[in-house]
């Protein structure tokens, strides 16, 4: 029998719409440069490169209209993680992407707090990363 705990390593809030890997190089380049930013403000233990790791992210927009594929949002994420949250893509071993449109109700069990405080704080575009 597989038991998966699960424990949240790190977390944290992306503000802005993400960008597809099917964009532009330098809006990726830019979105990754803030992506890497949020994180490193809340990483002081990076996962070391035995250790596995499963990524979900939490996309809240006002409608996604005209926005990227959630599958296409999820490659830019990871590659701005690795060297700040995880050494390599192949210590990850499962991705879980949502989106949710703010305009209709949200609903969460056993989630932190957090995942909403920018969309309390008047944010209405952006990423919610869990590392476990």
């Known amino acids: 029998m597989t038991v998966i705990i699960r424990q949240i390593r790190h977390s944290f809030a992306v503000i802005g719409t993400p960008v597809s890997s099917q964009g532009s190089s330098e809006s990726k380049r830019k979105y990754q440069k803030t992506v890497t930013e949020a994180a490193s403000k809340n990483v002081v233990n990076p996962v070391k490169g035995n250790e596995r790791i499963r990524i979900e992210i939490d996309w809240f927009s006002e409608g996604f209209q005209n926005k990227p594929d959630v599958d296409n949002m999820v490659k830019p994420v990871q590659d701005a993680l690795k060297g700040i949250l995880f050494v390599d893509d192949d210590q990850v ?39 476990y």
Do not use: Q
């Open 93 to 131: 071993v499962s991705v879980e992407a949502r989106k949710h449109d703010i305009r209709s109700a949200i609903h969460f069990t056993d989630e932190p707090l957090c995942v909403i405080e920018p969309l309390m704080s008047g944010h209405k575009e952006y990423i919610f990363v869990r590392i």
